[in-house]
C-alpha cells in the first residue's frame, strides 16, 4: 500500500463554493496573495532607502506565478515551517535573498489572511445585496396576495405573502448593515514585528518615524483598507475572526428561517421552491419532490453557527503578546464559514429564481380559517359597539372552540362561525355585520403592502448604491 496520503476533497469548496471563492483559499491563491505583498513590501522599503535592487524586484516580479506546491510542500517536511519553506522557494525561483526582510511569520500570514477574508466578504456583499433585489421582487408581487399567518405553527391572522417575505428579508436588511459597519472599520495588522513595535523595521529604517510610517500606509493601501490596528501584538486579535463568521451567522439567518419556512409551507402544498425536468425527490418513492435546497441552507446554517462557536473559544485566549494555538482552528473555520455562506447564496438565489406559489391552495386554506382567523377584527368591532372586551373575548373563545372541535370530528362540511356568533345574546354584532367583516380583505392585510414597499424600497437603494448586484446570475447548484 502506497504511503501517500490520498487527496481528499474539501466538501465545502468542491460541491457548494463559487469558483471565485475557491480561489481565493486555495493553496496557490495564498501563496500569489503572498508573493504580491513581499513584493510591495520590497518596493516600498526601496522607495525608503532600504538598499534594495530593481533587478532583484524585477526578478520575483517574473516568477511570482511559477507556483509549485509540491516543492513547496516537500521543503516544509524538512524544514517544519510553512513559512520559511515559502519563501525558500520563492527566494530559488527569483535567484535573490531579498524578500521578508524586517518580516515575521505573522508580519505575512495575518495580513494575508486578513485579505483573504475581506475579499471573501466583498463576493458576499455583492451577493446578499443580489439576493435581497429577488426577494425584494417576489414581495412586490405578492403584496397583495392574502394567506393564513401563523404563528407557533398555528393559524393566527391573515397576512400577504409579500408581508412574510418582507419580514425575513428586513432581518437580512439588519444583518446586512451589520456587515457594511464590519467592513467600513476592519482594521488591518500591517507589518509589525514579532511583538508589534515595529522593532525590525526601524532599526532598517534607521529609526525614521515618517518612513515607518510611510510603510505602513503603503502597505494598508497596496493590501485596499481603510484602518489599521496601532498597538497590536503578535497576532492581530483573534475577536475580530469571531465577530467576523458572527457577522456570517446574522447573515445566514433570515435566509435560513426563510428556507425553514419555505419548507413548512411546500409541506401543505402552498409552494413550491422548484423542481426542474429531469430532477429526482426520492430514489424509492418516485411521487417525492422534496425541497432539498432549503434543507441545505438549514444545514449552512447550522455549520456558520459551529464555526462561531470555534472561534470564540480563540475570542479572549491571547496569551501576552501571543501564540499560534489558534492556527489549527482558523484554517479550518475561516475558508469553511466562507465557502458555507458562498454556498448558501448561491442556494438561496437558485431558489428565489425557480420557486413558486399555488395560489388556489392557499385561497383555499384561507377559506378554511378566515372565520376564525378574523376573530380579534371581531373582538375589536364588538368593543366598539360598548361591549365588554373580556365577555365578547369569552363569547367568541366558546363559540370558536365548538366549532373547531365539530370540524376536526367531520361532524360539519363549513364553517359555521359567523352564524354562531350573530345568534350569541352575548354579542352585539349581527350576522351581516359580521359578513362585513370577513368579506372585506382590508380589514386583514393592514400595514401589509406598506410594508412590503418599504423593504423594496430600502433595497433599491442599496441596489444603486453597488449597481453590479442587479446583474449577477447564480450559478447552477447540485
Known amino acids: 500500500m502506497s504511503s501517500a496520503k490520498p487527496v481528499i476533497p474539501d466538501i465545502l469548496a ?3 463554493a463559487s469558483p471565485q471563492m475557491c480561489h481565493i483559499w486555495s493553496q496557490e491563491g495564498r501563496v500569489l496573495l503572498e508573493r504580491e505583498l513581499w513584493i510591495a513590501v520590497m518596493k516600498a522599503q ?3 532607502g532600504i538598499d534594495i535592487p530593481q533587478e532583484a524586484i524585477e526578478a520575483y516580479e517574473r516568477v511570482k506565478h511559477d507556483i509549485r506546491i509540491d516543492r513547496i510542500n516537500e521543503r516544509e517536511r524538512v524544514l517544519r515551517h510553512d513559512v520559511k519553506s515559502r519563501i525558500e522557494e520563492f527566494c530559488e525561483l527569483a535567484g535573490y535573498e531579498h524578500i521578508h526582510k524586517g518580516m515575521t511569520s505573522r508580519d505575512l500570514t495575518d495580513n494575508v489572511e486578513q485579505l483573504q477574508v475581506f475579499r471573501s466578504l466583498e463576493i458576499i456583499r455583492v451577493k446578499y445585496i443580489a439576493a435581497l433585489g429577488m426577494l425584494a421582487e417576489w414581495s412586490k408581487k405578492t403584496r397583495d396576495l392574502m394567506m393564513v399567518g401563523r404563528t407557533h405553527n398555528v393559524p393566527a391572522q391573515p397576512i400577504t405573502l409579500g408581508k412574510r417575505l418582507a419580514m425575513f428579508g428586513e432581518e437580512m ?3 446586512f448593515r451589520q456587515l457594511e459597519s464590519l467592513m467600513a472599520q476592519y482594521p488591518l495588522r500591517g507589518i509589525q514585528g514579532a511583538v508589534g513595535s515595529q522593532l525590525d523595521q526601524r532599526i532598517l529604517l534607521q529609526d525614521n518615524e515618517t518612513a515607518l510610517r510611510q510603510l505602513e500606509s503603503d502597505i494598508r493601501k497596496h493590501l485596499g483598507f481603510q484602518n489599521s490596528f496601532n498597538a497590536v501584538g503578535q497576532v492581530y486579535p483573534r475577536s475580530l475572526d469571531e465577530a467576523t463568521v458572527h457577522g ?3 447573515l445566514s439567518s433570515g435566509i435560513s428561517s426563510f428556507a425553514k419556512t419555505l419548507r413548512l409551507m411546500a409541506g401543505q402544498s402552498l409552494a413550491t421552491e422548484g423542481f426542474q425536468k429531469g430532477q429526482v425527490g426520492s430514489s424509492a418513492m418516485p411521487h417525492k419532490m422534496n425541497s432539498r435546497s432549503s434543507e441545505r441552507i438549514n444545514g449552512f446554517h447550522s455549520i456558520l453557527n459551529g464555526y462561531v462557536n470555534m472561534l470564540m473559544g480563540l475570542s479572549g485566549d491571547q496569551w501576552n503578546e501571543g501564540d499560534v494555538s489558534c492556527s489549527v482552528v482558523r484554517r479550518v473555520a475561516l475558508p469553511g464559514a466562507m465557502f458555507a455562506m458562498d454556498g448558501e447564496l448561491e442556494t438561496f438565489m437558485t431558489i428565489l429564481k425557480e420557486m413558486g406559489f399555488y395560489e388556489q391552495v392557499i385561497a383555499q386554506e384561507l377559506a378554511y380559517h ?9 373582538l375589536m368591532a364588538c368593543v366598539q359597539k360598548g361591549c365588554g372586551r373580556e365577555l365578547a373575548h369569552e363569547a367568541i373563545k ?9 370540524l376536526r370530528r367531520g361532524e360539519m362540511t363549513h364553517n359555521p362561525l359567523p352564524e354562531r356568533l350573530a345568534n350569541d345574546p352575548r354579542l352585539p354584532l349581527s350576522l351581516g355585520e359580521i359578513q362585513a367583516i370577513l368579506n372585506n380583505p382590508r380589514n386583514f392585510v393592514a400595514s401589509s403592502s406598506q410594508q412590503v414597499m418599504h423593504f423594496a424600497d430600502q433595497v433599491e437603494q442599496l ?3 453597488y449597481p453590479h448586484a442587479r446583474n449577477y446570475t447564480p450559478q447552477p447548484i447540485i
Open 370 to 378: 378566515l372565520p376564525f382567523l378574523a376573530t380579534t377584527s371581531i
Open 463 to 465: 441596489m444603486n448604491q
Open 398 to 406: 366558546e363559540n370558536a372552540i365548538a366549532v373547531v372541535d365539530a
Open 46 to 48: 526601496k522607495s525608503l
Open 248 to 250: 456570517l451567522f446574522h
Open 173 to 175: 436588511l439588519v444583518a
Open 14 to 16: 468542491s460541491r457548494y
